[in-house]
Structure formats: C-alpha cells, structure tokens
C-alpha cells in the first residue's frame, strides 16, 4: 500500500516505453532479443536518449534485461504478470492488475482501549493507551478479496473522516486525518487460521489464511500504525518479481 512504481504515460519517454512494452508482450521480437537503439529508434520515430531512457525504465521495472556485451532481451512472462507486489504494495493497484473493478470500503471506525497484542508490540503501546480502529475490504465487483484491519494511536487522529472515504489508498487516508508522514512500511508475511477472515470470504473456517503484518512508520521513524491484513485463497494472486543480474 505504499510502493507503486510505474511508467510516465505523460512524456515521450513514457509513449515509447508503452510502445516496446506491448512489443514484449506480443513477443514481437525473435529469441526476444530488442534490436539496437539506433534501429529501435528509426522504429519508433524517436531519437536514441529517448529510447535509452524508455529501456532503463522497462528494465528497472524487470521487462527488460540489459546484459553487457550481449544487448537488451525482453521478457514477456514478466510483461503479462498481474498483481506485483514489486511494483506496488497499493492493493487498489494490485487487484486492478488482475483484471477486475476492486474497490474498497471502511468500516466500524471506533475508539478503543482493546488493542490487539500484535499492535501493541508493533506500536509500543500500554495498558489504557486508546487506538482507533477501523477495517478496510477490498473487494473483486462484490467479491471480498482483502481485509486490513487498521490499528492507530488515537493520539495522532487529528479529524475523523466527514463523509466517504472509500477508494483512498491507506497513505491518502492516513495523512489526510492524521498526524505525521508515512514514509517505510515494515511487512511480515505469515499465515493463520483466522474465523472472521473466513467467515468473510466464506471459506472453511480451519482454512489458514495469509497473513500479512504491516508497521508503517513516519519520517522520523516513529511507529504510526499497524494492520493486520487477510487475503481471500480464492480471490487474490500476487506475485514478486526478483533480479538475478
């Protein structure tokens, strides 16, 4: 829900990379070996800096390889992934890779001194110390694929929200009605049999979920919030992309 790596539609350079991402996926190009600058260029109707500059944002996205001595190869398993966790950790984002309309809701803001233990660990909090609480669906059309449940030091809620809010991303949100920048999210990856979870996504209740733990933490690397975050086994594919070279 922080990352969210993407191209510049709105430049030349971003137009070009467009044009050879969609060559990659189609595998347009034999071994999927790219053709030199130069060629690539008179293709595009481009100069080469234009093209330079569209290869080192494809290949830091993991489209590309550029290997020395050997040239620029594509790779379309990678350009037709969904849902990379690499590219953005907004779930919004990721859903929407896989093709259908996500969406997401709030629900049951509240105050509370009941804090759940992870949160507390997570966010140094004592016993007495207030939290609010509120969770975030996503949902696939009508399908709830995502629950985070948010926990935040009441101490930093500055307003409470007037009106909706669905469709924000988290950072929006938390920035908008509290106090501090969000700047690192620490994740933790887990899984867990967890009955609420499963009686949203109507799935067996001894069914383990993955469990995802999220610390976010401000510029001066104060906790400001933690979640607790369940995926949908039926709803959700989320992928990583790794750099060998």
């Known amino acids: 829900m922080a990352l969210n790596l993407k191209l510049e539609r709105n430049t030349l350079r971003g137009q070009a990379a467009d044009l050879l991402l969609a060559m990659i996926k189609e595998k347009h190009f034999p071994d999927n070996k790219l053709p030199g600058e130069e060629e690539l260029a008179r293709l595009m109707g481009v100069s080469r800096a234009t093209v330079r500059e569209a290869l080192s944002s494809l ?18 398993t990678i350009a037709n992934l969904p849902a990379r966790l690499d590219m953005t950790t907004d779930f919004l ?7 259908w309309s996500p969406r997401v809701v709030h629900r049951d803001l509240r105050r509370t001194r009941n804090f759940s233990p ?12 207030e939290v609010i609480k509120l969770d975030r669906i996503y949902y696939l059309d ?3 694929a995502i629950l985070a449940e948010i926990e935040i030091p009441s101490q930093r809620l500055q307003q409470l929200p007037d009106g909706e809010v669905d469709n924000l991303a988290f950072k929006d949100f938390y920035e908008t009605y509290c106090a501090g920048e969000l700047v690192k999210m ?30 976010w933490l401000t510029l001066e690397d104060e906790p400001a919030c933690y979640a607790s975050i369940y995926f949908n086994p039926g709803a959700t594919s989320i992928t990583m ?3 060998l070279v």
């Open 59 to 76: 290949a830091r996205l993991g489209y590309i390889t550029k290997k020395h001595g050997k040239g620029n190869y594509g790779h379309p």
């Open 118 to 129: 992870e949160a507390g660990a997570a966010l140094g909090l004592t016993a007495g110390d």
């Open 241 to 243: 992309v790794v750099n």
């Open 142 to 144: 009508d399908r709830p």
């Open 186 to 215: 620490v994740i933790n990856i887990k899984s867990r049999i967890y009955p609420r979870g499963a009686e949203l996504f109507k799935v067996d209740m001894a069914t383990p979920l993955l469990w995802w733990e999220e610390k």
């Open 93 to 99: 984002d990721l859903l929407n890779g896989q093709g």
